[in-house]
């Protein structure tokens, strides 16, 4: 039995409690929606953490083609990979055809889908290709009422071994939202818009299969989606500090933190010196509300107004908010805290394996993840 | 022979011509002042890279304890681990020490010392311990004109199975100097201020074998050391625009670079979508000045103006500083860039491999590197 007091630190931590309550509000949500999840697994990029979130044979989100082969490796068949796909990845979708994965790919211009449908003989079987909608004028995709749309699915539609399935938006912009009110618009927005295109396309003769929205704040919003046939989310089996700053969740319910160990002092400047710097809590600063994060005793119960205010490779300082001189009998030379992310897809990217409690003091498990593109 | 242009992106490349010349810079600046280099691996913690820069048998620096035993693995010896060593990893020192490693670790308070002192029975070879000095006011270290100094060196000394070896110290606000006479009166600070605890160390019967100071702008500012027993620097193999930006080096010299592609536009917004996002790029923004990084050709040619202003887990959005538009036949769907990184050690982490090129179309060797803790 390893107890985390005697980890090498730092180490990245999961509460296996709190995954599995945050896990069933997403499923529970989703029920009640009555819509399929397709989890995205880029957070933990872990087997074993999505046996609990993600159950086989669940669909799956991926970010990256080594996720996807990871977690193909693992079972997983209906993957989809979120990224536009551009030509120097096409022999690795190619092999995961091959390997009898049934991989969704996305594009979102006619230079894409130009170069797709020129290399499409490439393909062993037929490719799911779908298109990425701009729903919010966030980041990519292309707007549901163009014309381009309806071209490009054309193109796909009649191109040799490539098979349109449909058409899948993110509304990034839900994490700008602050309210659950903005939040329920932005899902109505999100929903709407990728309503709007799929109607347009089967129209047009061009019905969609997959009607794929989501992101964490849309996904647990008060809107009902209607329209769609599958919601996309990630973060919220974790969750951290960015999504309770936008109170999709509590701080108490984080279920990743960092263990550290506190290696020195400055008592002249108030501050604990820990060893968990930017490579172990990584350099997102989220909200901006909170450093690199909030400390957190061993035993994960938050140290109000501590915060890790500095980070250095392989140091980080934490201080007080109103630089409170450092208590008696805290922070001791050796002991060790937790620092709550800013946000965990950043911090958890920084580790190959996580170390699973159920009662903050002993590993139960120990999970590994995909690693690299 | 693999291409550049047929990698997976996002990739991590280094121009193994400019880290030779950069790292015989620095050797000769050593010569210069006839003092022993100890690099730091902890930028790309790999043995083929430290094979130009630290060859064997040099004395190196390390950042943890992995990179410690993987250092070890490939034939390196006289290991100094310059962070402060806590409880939970006397296990794993006592591992090197058994293994035959000169390992060498750091302490900088009382309380370390003490927990250390009493610990020291379980290490199988006397274990070389030096303190770490607060030379800057920057972050850890003990002050050396402090009365602790002598008395946690004479407690070190005194112990069973510990040697005491000297002093340390890292002038990390030397970061913070951005004129060559700034970093040249840094440098004289660091060294005269490391210099001063030896003397009073020997002159209570302490002598240091070890006298270590450095950071990249002060181990290559004007500053000739004296009184001390060798340099320590990491970053200066690869440089970064962090240390372009305060003139240690130009953007030329920069070694390392993340390959990527283009996967689509947002014309409306003169956006260019790229597939390097934060987790291939790190979240540092460095100096603030060129958002997640400055963009070059994939020849490695600056592209004047252009940088990656924004970032999700594996998107990049490239625009210029003066929102011009995307030129044509410039950024073309599927075309390749590479990003000149704000921090390399950060970059660098969040990688396991890195692409060597000497011509900056073929990979002429894969490097592999250190992971975790």
Redesign the interface.
């Known amino acids: 039995m390893t107890l985390l007091?005697?980890?090498?630190?730092?180490?990245c931590v999961i509460d296996i409690n709190r995954l599995e309550r945050n896990s069933e509000r997403m499923l529970t949500k989703c029920r009640t929606v009555g819509l399929p999840l397709r989890p995205h697994v880029?957070t933990l990029k872990s087997t074993q953490a999505a046996a609990i979130y993600a159950p086989l044979p669940s669909a799956i989100t991926v970010?990256?083609?080594a996720e996807a082969r990871y977690f193909a490796g693992a079972g997983y068949q209906d993957i989809l990979y979120a990224?536009?796909?551009?030509?120097?990845?096409y022999e690795?979708v190619n092999k995961l055809l091959a390997d009898g994965v049934a991989i969704t790919v996305a594009v979102?211009?006619p230079?894409?889908v130009d170069?797709l449908t020129r290399a499409s003989s490439l393909f062993c079987k037929p490719l799911s290709v779908v298109i990425e909608l701009?729903v919010d004028d966030h980041?990519?995709g292309i707007a549901p009422e163009s014309e381009t749309l309806l071209s490009m699915a054309k193109q796909i539609n009649d191109a040799e071994q490539l098979a349109f399935s449909g058409v899948m938006a993110h509304a990034?912009a839900s994490y700008g939202c602050n309210t659950q009110a903005a939040q329920t618009a932005m899902a109505k927005q999100e929903c709407e818009r990728t309503a709007i295109a799929a109607e347009r396309l089967a129209d047009a003769g061009l019905p969609c299969r997959v009607v794929s929205v989501g992101s964490t704040p849309t996904a647990l919003s008060d809107y009902k989606q209607t329209g769609i046939t599958e919601i996309r989310a990630g973060v919220y089996a974790t969750f951290d500090l960015v999504m309770a700053d936008l109170n999709v969740c509590a701080v108490e319910d984080i279920a990743l933190s960092v263990l550290t160990?506190?290696?020195?002092?400055?008592p002249k400047k108030n501050w604990v010196?820990v060893?968990a710097g930017?490579?172990?809590l990584?350099?997102?600063?989220g909200s901006n509300n909170h450093g690199y994060g909030l400390v957190t005793d061993a035993s994960g119960k938050v140290l109000d107004g501590w915060y890790v205010s500095m980070t250095?490779?392989?140091?980080g300082?934490i201080e007080h908010k109103d630089k409170l001189p450092i208590p008696d009998g805290l922070f001791?030379?050796?002991s060790?805290l937790r620092i709550l992310p800013n946000h965990a897809?950043?911090t958890a990217?920084?580790?190959?394996?996580y170390f699973v409690t159920r009662d903050n003091q002993t590993v139960s498990e120990v999970w590994d993840s995909a690693?690299?593109?």
Chains 1, 2 share one sequence.
């Open positions: 007091s005697a980890l090498i630190t730092p180490a880029k970010s990256t083609l990224v536009g796909l551009t030509p120097n990845k690795a979102d211009n230079s894409a170069a701009d980041r990519a990034g160990t506190v290696i020195g002092h400055q010196l060893d930017w490579m172990g990584s350099r997102d600063k250095n490779q392989e140091h300082i001791e030379f050796g060790q897809c950043a990217g920084q580790y190959r394996k690693d690299g593109w």
